[in-house]
């Protein structure tokens, strides 16, 4: 039964795309509406620039666009990060080369900092970097390397390498460190609802001119082991999200990683925390000019869609794929482990750094809700710096998958 309508406006040649797609193959997935309306080509919100800009170059990510990230609020995050790194590379007996892959790298604003501050400070680090960048679309590529070429200059080409996918990396073959921010909040995710005891999936139709939203049974038997597997427990009529693409792509990070660490930073929660029964609807939002809403049928493929990461789950599918977790904690406390305080502790309080920190840090902000997961493969057993002080959470993520 349809259960709810909605205007239709947006991107128009990619309306039309999902439209033909919904006639000819009957009711989608909402997995499937959110992949078409982020990453859809050539029409998907990552893959073009925005257009109905009022500003000549108007980017989706940063105060000019939809939505901002940490390495568009302060660079703050890579210098401490090229610290943490530092020592990951003596642990791995400094490799030549030590790869750096960045998932999602968006403006290749994080990638500047990291390779300015390790220019900086560590030259025979750098040396021996390769920056690898794995970044599904081509317009952000293109946009990335123009912002390296300019920021970094032309010297740091030959440590610079760009894949669109994980898929195009060959198993075991990376020595380094896997990093990504705000990467797997961007993953597609079916969405679900408990409804008289049963594990019911949204769909989306399109009927007298608008899409329209329905349930009915889960479109894969994937969706109904997640359920098993991380224990998630809905409550009637609770909706929410599973997240089997971030699954997948945990397990081709695995894959990939011959020998380090994998850092994952992105906002979320642990699976209890997320199935939490007041979480009546989810954490899916949308973004536009850093306004949220609710509603995906709007400005379909002109705004950001993004669901919180259920960082129980990754640590879980991480560890059945060969990862070892090292530790999770806030971004706040990472950041105080690292040290953060003596980086601005010279500077005005006034300054853009330290206004730009007080925001990382916010207890009721991004310092609490954004999580810093750490895994590893090939190692001796180690800890971190940012690890120092660990979360205080109800439930921790679990290095076992059940
Ligand atoms: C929310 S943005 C974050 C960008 C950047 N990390 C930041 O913090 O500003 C998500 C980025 O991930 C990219 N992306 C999404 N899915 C991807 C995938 N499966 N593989 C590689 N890149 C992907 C998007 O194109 C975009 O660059």
Same mark, same amino acid.
Request: charged content about 20%; proline content about 4%.
């Given at each position: 039964m349809p259960s709810d309508s909605h205007q239709i406006e947006g991107n128009h040649d990619l309306i039309q795309k999902i439209v033909s797609e919904i006639s000819q193959k009957g009711l989608m997935s909402f997995a499937r509406f959110m992949e078409m309306a982020l990453y859809d080509v050539p029409y998907g919100y990552y893959m073009t620039q *925005?257009?109905?800009?009022?500003?000549?170059? =108007?980017?989706? +990510?940063?105060?000019?666009?939809? /939505?901002?990230?940490?390495?568009?609020?302060?660079?703050?995050?890579?210098?401490?990060?090229?610290?943490?790194?530092?020592? +990951?590379?003596v642990r791995l007996g400094h490799?030549?080369?030590?790869?750096?892959?960045? +998932?999602?790298?968006?403006?290749?604003?994080?990638?500047?900092? /990291? @390779?300015?501050e390790c220019r900086a400070i560590a030259s025979d680090f750098f040396n021996r970097l390769s920056y690898d960048i794995v970044e599904r679309s081509p317009y952000l590529q293109l946009r990335q390397a123009a912002r390296l070429r300019e920021a970094v200059g032309n010297r740091v080409e030959g440590h610079l390498r760009w894949r669109s996918s994980l898929e195009e990396v060959d198993s075991n073959s990376l020595t380094g460190v896997v990093f990504s921010n705000e990467l797997v909040d961007a993953l597609p995710v079916h969405r679900v609802r408990?409804?008289?005891?049963?594990?019911?999936?949204? /769909?989306?139709?399109?009927?007298?001119?608008?899409?329209?939203?329905?349930?009915?049974?889960?479109?894969?038997?994937?969706?109904?082991?997640?359920?098993?597997?991380? =224990?998630?427990?809905?409550?009637e009529g609770q909706?929410?999200?599973?997240?089997?693409?971030?699954?997948?792509?945990?397990?081709?990070?695995?894959?990939?990683?011959?020998?380090?660490?994998?850092m994952t930073i992105d906002y979320g929660h642990t699976g209890s925390d997320y199935y939490r029964s007041d979480r009546k609807d989810g954490t899916f939002l949308c973004y536009y000019r850093h306004a949220i809403s609710t509603n995906p049928y709007i400005l379909v493929g002109e705004q950001d869609m993004t669901a919180h990461v259920n960082f129980s789950a990754l640590a879980g599918s991480g560890t059945t794929s060969g990862l070892d977790l090292i530790g999770f904690t806030t971004? *706040?406390?990472?950041? +105080?482990? @690292?040290?953060?305080?003596?980086?601005?502790?010279?500077?005005?309080?006034?300054?853009?750094d330290v206004k730009a920190l007080?925001?990382?840090?916010?207890?009721?902000?991004?310092?609490?809700? /954004?999580?810093?997961?750490?895994?590893?493969?090939?190692?001796?057993?180690?800890?971190?710096?940012g690890l120092r002080y660990p979360a205080f959470f109800d439930d921790v993520v679990s290095s076992r998958r059940d």
């Open positions: *925005a257009v109905e800009s009022e500003q000549p170059s =108007h980017d989706r +990510i940063g105060w000019g666009g939809d /939505f901002f990230t940490a390495p568009e609020l302060s660079p703050i995050l890579a210098k401490t990060l090229v610290r943490q790194i530092l020592d +990951i590379d490799p030549d080369p030590f790869t750096f892959m960045e +998932i999602g790298a968006g403006n290749g604003t994080f990638a500047v900092d /990291f @390779l300015q408990w409804e008289n005891n049963q594990l019911r999936e949204i /769909f989306v139709a399109y009927e007298g001119g608008h899409f329209v939203e329905c349930l009915d049974h889960c479109s894969s038997p994937k969706l109904a082991e997640y359920v098993d597997t991380y =224990h998630v427990s809905l409550s909706t929410s999200e599973l997240h089997l693409e971030a699954e997948a792509w945990m397990n081709n990070v695995a894959r990939i990683l011959h020998r380090g660490v994998v971004l *706040a406390n990472w950041l +105080i482990g @690292l040290g953060v305080e003596e980086l601005v502790k010279d500077q005005d309080q006034e300054s853009e007080t925001h990382l840090l916010r207890p009721h902000g991004m310092g609490k809700t /954004f999580k810093v997961l750490v895994q590893q493969k090939g190692m001796e057993p180690f800890t971190l710096q």
